[in-house]
């Protein structure tokens, strides 16, 4: 199972930006999907998840100028950011529980990051 991530850039303060994030492989089913960040110095944190049934959980940083959304397809996974402040810029990576198919078995699954940067 392999997660790709896109979407990623240079945006100044109060900009949008849209990451999308589509998972590939072996897979059965995608019990949730979501992003995490990393900025530098820092923890890794939750941004966003939403699970199969499309239930959504966003960090307190991000709710209210954020949307998580699954595409039609359901393994894809956006993220829709507005209003951005110089503090979301971090390395933005999607994340998955994957239930792999061959063995009906649920793993977890990151993507490469990608990076974002809010200039004031």
């Known amino acids: 199972v392999q997660l790709q991530a896109s979407g990623g850039g240079l945006v100044q303060a109060g900009g949008s930006l849209r990451l999308s994030c589509a998972a590939s492989?072996?897979?059965?089913?995608?019990?949730?999907m979501g992003w995490y960040r990393q900025a530098l110095g820092k923890q890794r944190e939750l941004v966003a998840t939403?699970?199969?049934?499309?239930?959504?959980n966003y960090a307190d940083a991000v709710k209210g100028r954020s949307t998580i959304s699954r595409g039609n397809a359901k393994n894809t996974v956006y993220l829709e950011m507005n209003g951005l402040k110089p503090e979301d810029t971090a390395v933005y990576s999607c994340?998955?529980?994957?239930?792999?198919?061959?063995?009906?078995?649920?793993?977890?699954?990151w993507g490469q990051g990608t990076q974002v940067t809010v200039s004031s």
């Open positions: 994340n998955a529980r994957v239930t792999v198919s061959s063995v009906l078995r649920t793993y977890e699954y």
């Open positions: 492989g072996n897979i059965f089913s995608i019990l949730v």
């Open positions: 939403i699970i199969s049934g499309g239930n959504a």
